[in-house]
């Protein structure tokens, strides 16, 4: 199969001006200024006198930038010598108060016809500096230009090429489109590499970006007694935050290395089984892994600048698959086999478009203290081919039940009583989920308030980031700190909400009130490319109003795992 490199001209139009800005910040600025810095470091001191020093202005409709200018001389070997030069970058800016500064200082100089010392090149004594510093502000913020617009230039070019590469016009296309998509050949690869290359361009995009704010903006202003600026370092710490990821990214890519997943059967029968094996070329510290099979819509809603991408979980199940070890090849290795029985009434894997549909595999499991994470996406096309593992199906063999039962177990706690059961929900469901909530809210009430410390900052931005972020820390808060408890029964439906161990509500429906017991959808959450749908089991009353019997319920599974299991002791029928 030979794969189509061609880059549509649209894009080249775009990303070509963006990659020659970004190279030639490299190539042409922030090189030669860290090779002269680091030359200029052995270069001799020499004393000078300054005959001419001015702060030259430019104005322009948006700025005023300041470039200081001197002329000095200076005697070396007995040879007098004349310079202007300054400093290692000679052109107006404003990033901080450098300029004006050493402007200032030169003129001083000058009208008191001090002694300064001066850098000499010993190669060459005509080429000499009078302040032979790295400015960070400066490079920092060329080094953002350069990297933003290089990945921006990298970005679109490498998504052209990822997109058009694996279309081709193989013959078998037609009857096997799986055999036209490289991506969907078996083994299947999992994301892995290129979400950490994607993480690693996120990280050093942000990094360079905050640091570049910080620097330019936190110093003058604390100059000036503004310490509302200091808001601007929750960028840099979110920054360093992603570097930290994608360093821990790469710790985990190293010790568990490729993981390919060959489909049996191939490619996934919708109707039929989707299934297969991942097998990871080292030992695993693990009896057991996660797998959950999903098909997923990804769409565009809105037009124009409105227009956002958005995916919705269209089915999933999960299971629990055993880790078996082997080592057939002279070496240890772990296999992860398992199945699932798929409804044949779901859509088929599609091209990428604004509109289409996939189906992934998602694995996840805990080897001691490293958490292996992988997704594949598979081809799956409707058939009834069935798997020939000599395994159970996953989402119904003893591992799924021992995990479900440990689950509910741990988040719902039923206990029976006389004539029903009792479930409780403790303080701190969902903690990874409510505490990024709670943290995402924090942030966004700290800038508004931080930002409300400065001068020209209009009031409208200070009221919606805080106010926005006061209501999403609100609503992380109450998640983490409430507790619900439940019992449900002959007499009917008893129902305590607590915050902080302080009753806040307490509920009673008769049985005869009760019309059944169903399933609700709460939404979904998307967290890197993992998707969790979050469900409530629901008694719906006789005059169509519901009421939470389970809470915080992570996908599908479960879900319809708790609703076998309490409809079965409490005696209500289930929808």
């Not at 050493?102 to 090149?121: F, T």
């Not at 070019?157 to 490289?182: E, F, G, L």
């Not at 070890?325 to 009434?345: D, E």
């Not at 996840?364 to 997704?375: F, G, Y």
Request: include cysteine; charge should be positive; aromatic fraction near 10%.
């Amino acid at each position: 199969m030979t794969p189509n490199l061609r880059v549509p001209l649209k894009t080249l139009l775009i990303s070509l001006p963006c990659l020659a800005i970004g190279l030639s910040f490299l190539v042409f600025s922030l090189i030669p200024s860290v090779y002269e810095w680091h030359a200029m470091r052995h270069w001799n001191p020499v004393p000078a006198t300054v005959t001419h020093a001015e702060l030259k202005v430019s104005h322009s409709d948006d700025s005023t930038t300041f470039l200081a200018t001197a002329t000095y001389t200076y005697s070396v070997n007995g040879r007098n010598y004349t310079h202007s030069r300054v400093g290692i970058n000679d052109s107006y800016d404003n990033l901080g108060s450098w300029q004006e500064d050493k402007g200032a200082i030169l003129q001083e100089h000058r009208d008191n016809s001090d002694l300064i010392i001066v850098y000499v090149n010993p190669n060459n004594p005509q080429d000499s500096v009078i302040y032979p510093e790295l400015r960070l502000s400066v490079f920092a913020f060329k080094l953002a230009f350069a990297v933003i617009f290089t990945g921006i230039g990298i970005g679109f070019i490498v998504s052209a090429i990822r997109k058009n590469t694996w279309r081709t016009s193989n013959p078998y296309a037609p009857d096997a489109p799986w055999r036209a998509n490289k991506g969907w050949q078996n083994p299947i690869t999992s994301n892995a590499k290129s979400s950490l290359i994607g993480t690693w361009v996120f990280a050093l995009i942000g990094c360079a970006v905050s640091f570049a704010l910080a620097i330019n903006t936190v110093p003058p202003a604390l100059a000036q007694g503004n310490y509302g600026t200091l808001f601007v370092l929750i960028f840099v710490l979110i920054g360093l935050l992603s570097l930290y990821w994608a360093i821990k990214k790469t710790m985990l890519w190293r010790h568990f290395g490729p993981t390919p997943l060959w489909l049996e059967p191939y490619p996934g029968a919708i109707g039929g089984h989707i299934g297969g094996t991942i097998k990871c070329d080292r030992p695993l510290n693990a009896s057991t892994a996660h797998i959950t099979l999903e098909c997923i819509l990804h769409y565009q809603s809105g037009s124009g600048r409105d227009r956002q991408s958005k995916q919705s979980i269209v089915w999933q199940t999960q299971g629990s698959a055993p880790v078996v070890a082997q080592n057939t090849t002279g070496h240890p290795q772990s296999h992860i086999a398992f199945y699932f029985n798929v409804p044949n009434q779901l859509p088929a894997s599609e091209p990428r478009s604004q509109h289409y549909h996939c189906w992934k595999i998602t694995l996840k499991l805990s080897d001691n203290k490293a958490t292996l994470s992988r997704q594949f996406t598979i081809p799956a096309f409707h058939g009834t081919e069935r798997s020939q593992l000599n395994i159970t199906n996953t989402a119904d063999n003893a591992q799924t039940r021992d995990t479900q039962e440990q689950t509910l177990e741990s988040l719902l706690n039923i206990q029976q009583i006389s004539g029903g059961i009792a479930l409780a929900h403790k303080a701190g469901r969902d903690l990874k989920t409510n505490a990024l909530l709670l943290i995402i809210g924090l942030v966004f009430w700290g800038v508004g308030i931080g930002i409300g410390f400065t001068d020209d900052t209009p009031i409208f931005m200070v009221m919606i980031l805080s106010l926005l972020g006061g209501a999403l820390s609100l609503c992380g808060f109450y998640k983490l700190l409430n507790s619900y408890h439940v019992k449900i029964g002959h007499a009917g439906l008893y129902t305590e909400r607590y915050i902080l161990g302080l009753k806040t509500r307490q509920r009673f429906y008769a049985s005869h009130t009760i019309k059944h017991l169903a399933i609700k959808s709460t939404g979904h959450s998307t967290i890197g490319n993992h998707h969790t749908e979050h469900f409530v089991i629901t008694a719906v009353l006789n005059n169509g109003k519901t009421v939470n019997v389970a809470e915080s319920l992570n996908g599908q599974s479960i879900a319809e795992y708790a609703l076998e299991n309490i409809s079965l002791l409490s005696g209500y029928p289930k929808l």
